[in-house]
């Protein structure tokens, strides 16, 4: 055995990421900048690749720690663009696919973007790793992919249910991945997370919006509050982004990340509130209530998979994760319109 696997246990071992050449597709988003981060601290050689715009902004990595920053090969583009996805995939030892269209209110309003990103792109990315060959490759799926549950806590066996054009996009992803594999072996691992939160996160996400709202409104704006969710922060997510890149003998697999505990978006406010000590009156939007069959009421997840085969458990708490936020969003207010609804 060659001094770059590290043995977990009898029957797993794990590659050091040390030289490796990975490529992250949705780099510069809120997980991706957290994934470089921790993949340049393990000696990787990162090429990000962020969204192709002439004001060369490249979004949250352009908050990382300069050390950090300068240690990545940014790279710009589009993974609608098969021509330019595979120069990116080139040389790669392990890809990780992130880049999404993710908000799902805006797939009412735009499902085609939805489809030419994450379907047409996931296929581009696919492709290009299988024709150069890439060693690993970790597609990122959704919880929102299983719709509300039938059964809790939900394993990798539910069904899935497309219940916003968004998580129809998803599923398809997710389908391409698979048939990947099955047709061509490319050693493709779906990583499916749960509610990730954390630093960087934007107003699209419930915990920034509400955070950003105590700290600047006189009422909180929100939009329903009884479904469950599992919230993970997303220094635990990014351990399960690694793991899925690195174990071996897991090639296939769709794998959940999640905390495994579920609270309301009531209770959440309500935690919020108690972590920043600071009490406001709270009003729903009908803007911001999805669509009555299109809302997923109950996500919990069985992360036993996760648990027996990456080895991974969550390290972080809830609170843990929600101070961290607040410190983030206090320190950079003006970064959220909170009079605005960011869809």
């Keep these: 055995m060659s001094s770059s696997e590290i043995i977990l246990s009898k029957n797993l071992s794990v590659e050091s990421f040390r030289n490796k050449r990975v490529l992250i597709t949705g780099a510069a988003g809120f997980i991706g900048s957290h994934l470089c981060e921790e993949l340049v601290r393990q000696g990787a050689r990162v090429k990000a690749l962020v969204r192709y715009n002439s004001t060369q902004f490249y979004g949250h990595l352009e908050s990382v720690e300069k050390t950090v ?55 581009n990315i696919l492709q290009s790793c299988l024709t150069h060959a890439v060693a690993r490759v970790v597609h990122t799926s959704t919880s929102e992919v299983y719709g509300t549950a039938q059964y809790t806590p939900i394993d990798e066996k539910h069904p899935l249910q497309g219940q916003s054009p968004y998580s129809a996009t998803k599923i398809a992803a997710d389908k391409l991945a698979e048939s990947f594999y099955l047709s061509f072996r490319l050693p493709v691992v779906t990583i499916r997370p749960f509610n990730c939160f954390g630093p960087r996160q934007s107003a699209r996400a419930f915990i920034p919006a509400m955070v950003s709202q105590v700290f600047t409104e006189d009422i909180i704006r929100c939009g ?90 969550p390290r972080y708490t809830l609170d843990e994760g929600l101070d961290a936020v607040i410190e983030y969003v206090k320190e950079n207010l003006s970064a959220y319109k909170t009079r605005d609804y960011v869809i």
């Design 69 to 123: 920053y300068d240690a990545i090969e940014i790279v710009s583009g589009d993974v609608r663009d098969p021509y330019f996805v595979s120069t990116a995939v080139s040389g790669s030892d392990v890809v990780f696919h992130l880049a999404a269209l993710i908000a799902i209110p805006y797939s009412y309003h735009a499902p085609k973007s939805y489809v030419d990103t994450n379907v047409s792109g996931t296929l």
């Design 224 to 313: 329903s509050l009884t479904p469950l969710r599992d919230y993970t922060y997303v220094k635990d997510t990014v351990a399960g982004f690694i793991a899925c890149g690195s174990v071996h003998g897991i090639e296939g697999m769709t794998i959940n990340v999640g905390s495994g505990t579920e609270i309301s978006m009531g209770d959440l406010l309500t935690r919020i509130m108690e972590r920043t000590g600071i009490q406001k009156d709270t009003v729903q939007e009908s803007q911001r209530i999805r669509p009555a069959r299109s809302e997923v009421m109950e996500l919990i997840c069985d992360n036993s998979l996760a648990a027996a085969i990456l080895q991974w458990k």
